[in-house]
């Protein structure tokens, strides 16, 4: 199983970016996929979630901003980050469970400048 995130970059205060968490060796439909974010110096924190019925669970921090959707097609998971805030600033990594297994992916950057 892996998970290939892409999307982050440097961006200014108010700007939007789409990240993007593609699977291989795995169905992403089939998981729990979720989106977790690491600022400099603070512990990983949980974004979003989206179960397998397409439920979402999202941060208080980032309702009404970030949105979390899915493309069964393309095995794909994406994050759309709209009104970004510095302290949005962090390494955002894309993240599947199913019953006891967890995998990670690596992380993408996202650099909000003021």
């Known amino acids: 199983v892996q998970l290939q995130a892409s999307g982050g970059g440097l961006v200014q205060a108010g700007g939007s970016l789409r990240l993007s968490c593609r699977g291989s060796g795995m169905i992403v439909a089939r998981y729990v996929m979720g989106w977790y974010r690491q600022a400099p110096g603070k512990e990983r924190e949980l974004v979003v979630t989206?179960?397998?019925?397409?439920?979402?669970n999202y941060a208080e921090s980032v309702k009404g901003r970030f949105t979390i959707d899915r493309d069964n097609a393309q095995n794909t998971v994406y994050l759309q980050i709209n009104s970004l805030e510095a302290d949005d600033t962090a390494v955002y990594y894309c993240n599947a469970e199913l019953r006891r297994s967890k995998y990670w992916g690596r992380g993408t950057l996202v650099t909000v400048s003021s």
């Open positions: 989206i179960s397998t019925g397409s439920s979402t």
